[in-house]
């Protein structure tokens, strides 16, 4: 077998729109999956409500069926009761539902590892459940649990090409569709493998930058 990585060179432009694509959807789901997770553990947090219950549900659901069934769920069961949706809204919804209930229960465990102590602290000092929840309780138990959610957000990367299955034009999408035309799939699958590495160490890198700050001017703040 002789390996011609030169059949890739006419196709740099799907391979470059296909990464733009997932690197977009990775950080848009990011940003808004982390703040539903935080909406979710702050509700969850706050009691037995109808409220809780629909969002524990959600969670529960989320976190025990597979990620591609959701991701169909919403790209041919919504269309199927007449709501309407394209493929890139089915992919970035289904990406922001799923990191937000994994990122919740993440932070949940930081929230119920915050000392007592601190919330009786809070109340005392006046501040209502929203206030100890956002000054007292988010930014500590976020700062724990940090690694885990830098590790989820990359599992969620990871896990978008599933999204080529109802025709994201993603980086898998370009790789399928290269291979398709040029029956190079060994050198095909091996650079995207490659791309999706440096994706996920790259990211990681940056998370670690951005939280080492993030975190050093908030403490720095509070004090």
């Known amino acids: 077998m002789t390996l011609d990585f030169s059949t890739l060179l006419p196709y740099t432009d799907e391979i470059l729109k296909g990464l733009m694509t997932t690197v977009w959807l990775t950080v848009v789901t990011t940003f808004v999956g982390i703040a539903l997770a935080i909406v979710v553990a702050y509700v969850r947090d706050g009691g037995r409500g109808i409220a809780s219950r629909l969002l524990g549900a959600y969670v529960e659901v989320t976190r025990n069926t597979p990620f591609i069934v959701q991701l169909f769920f919403l790209f041919f069961g919504l269309p199927a009761l007449g709501v309407p949706i394209s493929a890139t809204v089915a992919a970035l919804l289904a990406m922001v539902l799923n990191l937000g209930a994994y990122t919740a229960e993440i932070l949940r465990a930081g929230i ?112």
């Open 112 to 223: 119920d590892s915050t000392a007592r102590g601190q919330h009786e602290a809070a109340r005392a000092l006046g501040l209502s459940r929203l206030q100890s929840f956002r000054h007292v309780v988010l930014v500590p138990a976020f700062s724990r649990v940090y690694p885990s959610l830098i590790s989820q957000c990359i599992i969620v990367m990871l896990g978008s090409a599933v999204v080529s299955q109802i025709s994201v034009f993603d980086l898998t999408y370009a790789a399928n569709f290269i291979q398709s035309r040029n029956f190079r799939g060994f050198e095909v699958y091996l650079v995207v493998t490659l791309i999706y590495l440096l994706l996920a160490v790259g990211l990681r890198l940056a998370f670690e930058f951005v939280g080492r700050r993030l975190f050093a001017f908030l403490q720095g703040g509070s004090s």
